[in-house]
């Protein structure tokens, strides 16, 4: 039995505006699956033995985190919080410290949350291969057998044998040329490098202490002094900010001595940037890949997705059009590498379109701020059943609040009230209110926002059951 580790954070720019800040790539639907890719990480141990895994996730995706576990029935799953992220050395050193408290030394599965891996079969062989190996104190990687010269990928270069599995490390190499890339294929001796490695908790640690003694002390340090919170695993947060940034393998893999290397060929993508969607999606007998409200005439080799009003396009080909409810993409398929640049020049200019969807998901459940003007802002708010939102106010804005669908339990100043469909309650300025949804149903209501100032940020809360401030 083995403990996996599934590290869910990053941003994924390159596939804005569908991947952003505060709702990134592994916990969208990206595939035909049903499923997140973050869901399809968890689902895919099934039928290997393995304990409950343990998450990796930063502050902002916390609940994001919990909910899409609570959906596939992990409810048992840990979720240990990076105050900051730091990269992949000491998110694994953070989770080999976890694994080792209760005394025994687990092997160690480490996945990234946004991999895409079709042939489950091949994957679960790996895994069992790696374990082997693995039990005898290697640091084990997986490496993607190659199906083109792929320019978007650093590579392993396998060296001898290893009996009964895998192959020496030789070196990691970076990104290569196209040229470069065609010399490694014709070889036979390179792999994708995947990012994901097995080992001994116990392994991992004595190798990071040896070579990057900095980020196990940091990592340690943090450990010490751990706090639950609901579902989650704080850790101390100043100990964590004196922890240099760094990647596995930079701090350890290219390092060590016992690193082996397993060959992975599963229709395994990592889903980086359009390019990728484009490669693992269905296309219709244009070559299109179209998902949503489309009518597409005269159109060849083009990826749509669409998740708001109609989009119609007519005499166009190799482009990607990506539209959302806040924010439209077009762009020619040989350019979309270079989104992550539009992304940037959007946080340069903190639109909120870089880090937030106009979908917003809360603990509770979710809203949809779909209009605004200078004074107002109107939402459109979804409660879950049993959810409640802070006791609060606000100092700039009044609300009025018009219920769609179920029944409210309001609190406004000192008066409870039930609110149901049809009905609507106001909530002056200044007024402490709260609201909850006490049905077996979701609750919908709109609510109309009025005042000069309407930011987020204009919340005093007074009873959180999430443990917001």
Not at 32 to 51: I, M, N, Y
Request: glycine share 6%.
């Amino acid at each position: 039995m083995f403990q996996p580790v599934i590290i869910a954070g990053g941003v994924g720019t390159r596939l804005w505006p569908l991947s952003r800040e505060k709702y990134p790539k592994q916990f969208l639907t990206l595939t035909d699956s049903k499923h997140s890719l973050f869901q399809q990480t968890v689902l895919r141990l099934q039928g290997l033995p393995h304990a409950s895994p343990l998450v990796i996730c930063n502050e902002e995706h916390r609940f994001m985190t919990a909910e899409q576990l609570r959906q596939i029935d992990h409810t048992d799953t840990q979720i240990l919080l990076e105050p900051e992220g730091r990269n992949t050395a000491p998110a694994i050193a953070l989770a080999a410290l976890k694994a080792l408290e209760k005394g025994k030394d687990p092997i160690l599965l480490v996945l990234a949350a946004d991999h895409v891996i079709a042939d489950i079969q091949a994957f679960h062989h790996a895994v069992e291969q790696a374990v082997a190996l693995a039990k005898h104190n290697h640091l084990v990687t997986f490496g993607i057998v190659p199906t083109h010269p792929h320019t978007g990928y650093g590579y392993i270069k396998s060296g001898q044998a290893q009996q009964p599995y895998g192959y020496r490390v030789d070196s990691f190499v970076e990104k290569p040329t196209l040229e470069l890339a065609t010399h490694y294929l014709s070889t036979g001796e390179y792999y994708w490098n995947s990012g994901m490695f097995m080992f001994k908790a116990s392994r991992y640690l004595e190798e990071l202490k040896q070579y990057q003694c900095d980020i196990y002390s940091a990592c340690k340090a943090a450990m010490r002094d751990q706090t639950p919170d609901l579902d989650f695993i704080r850790i101390n947060q100043d100990a964590f900010a004196e922890c240099p940034s760094n990647s596995i393998d930079y701090a350890v893999m290219e390092h060590t001595k016992h690193g082996l290397v397993v060959p992975l060929d599963a229709h395994w993508n990592d889903v980086g940037e359009f390019s990728a969607l484009w490669d693992i999606s269905q296309r219709d007998e244009q070559g299109n890949v179209i998902k949503g409200d489309v009518k597409a005439l005269d159109t060849q080799n083009t990826l749509i997705l669409n998740e708001d009003k109609l989009v119609a396009t007519l005499g166009v080909q190799d482009l990607v059009i990506i539209n959302t409810k806040d924010a439209l993409l077009v762009a020619h398929q040989d350019h979309t590498q270079k989104v992550r640049d539009i992304a940037q020049h959007l946080q340069d200019e903190n639109r909120s379109e870089a880090s937030i969807h106009r979908e917003v998901y809360r603990p509770w459940g979710k809203y949809d701020a779909f209009d605004r003007g200078e004074r107002f802002l109107v939402k459109r708010i979804t409660v879950k059943p049993g959810a409640k939102l802070s006791k609060q106010m606000h100092y700039h804005r009044s609300e009025h609040w018009v219920v769609v669908a179920g029944t409210a339990k309001v609190l406004i100043g000192d008066k409870e009230q039930y609110v149901g469909e049809n009905e609507s309650v106001y909530i002056p300025i200044a007024q402490v209110h709260a609201l909850e949804n006490p049905g077996k149903v979701d609750l919908e209501l709109i609510e109309v926002q009025s005042g000069a100032y309407l930011a987020e940020d204009d919340i005093v809360r007074f009873d959180d059951q999430y443990g917001r401030r």
